[in-house]
């Protein structure tokens, strides 16, 4: 069995700084990816960030640049670094772990998603 647990968020003024931690936690054999999504009211959910096992990351074009992915691979932990934060980043921020568990004796990828945390930008 597998945990994705979500921590940070909260309430900041614009041009504030957040930062949301997400450790992958149970029976992991290896983490492929893991990613932030966002999901904003009315809207559909929407990559922020993911990070690979070979360390390469990726953004949403609207997030370069103000927001850091980085990742803890000893810890099974991801963090995303909020910086200049603007009032259009308000959502509920998940976490997407892609991850290989043995199952019946084989290898077998699976994802898990944390809980959301909201975040809120807003003066």
């Known amino acids: 069995q597998v945990q994705v647990e979500v921590s940070g968020g909260g309430l900041v003024q614009p041009v504030g700084s957040l930062r949301l931690s997400c450790a992958a936690t149970?029976?992991?054999?290896?983490?492929?990816?893991m990613g932030w999504y966002r999901q904003a009211p009315g809207k559909q959910r929407e990559l922020v960030a993911s990070?690979?096992?070979?360390?390469?990351?990726s953004y949403a074009d609207s997030m370069r640049g103000r927001f850091t992915i980085s990742r803890d691979s000893a810890k099974n932990t991801v963090y995303l670094q909020m910086n200049s934060l603007k009032p259009e980043d308000t959502a509920v921020y998940y976490c997407?772990?892609?991850?290989?568990?043995?199952?019946?004796?084989?290898?077998?990828?699976?994802?898990?998603w944390g809980q959301g945390t909201q975040v809120t930008v807003s003066s």
């Open positions: 997407k772990a892609t991850v290989v568990i043995i199952e019946r004796g084989l290898k077998t990828q699976r994802y898990y």
């Open positions: 149970g029976n992991i054999f290896s983490i492929n990816t």
């Open positions: 990070s690979t096992s070979g360390s390469s990351t």
